[in-house]
């Protein structure tokens, strides 16, 4: 598994979440973003290449789940 080089990573929120905590960070590494708990920043993260995450973003937008998510 490879494991990517977060060194300098700047993690990102949404302004619409931080009023109650619950949210994510995002940050853009080289070829991918990756997305963490913003409060728990030293727990585990996902990553996505780029084009997922924007079909992702769409969908959600859409409000569509990806055929993955369908049971």
């Known amino acids: 598994m490879n494991v990517p080089d977060l060194s300098c990573a ?21 070829g991918s973003l990756a997305v963490r708990d913003s409060k728990n920043p030293a727990g585990p993260l996902l ?5 997922d995450w924007q079909h992702l973003v769409q969908q959600i937008k859409d409000d569509q789940h990806p055929p993955s998510w369908r049971g």
């Open 10 to 30: 700047v993690w990102r929120t949404s302004k619409h979440s931080q009023q109650n905590g619950e949210c994510v960070a995002v940050a853009r590494i080289p």
């Open 47 to 51: 990553t996505f290449a780029l084009a």
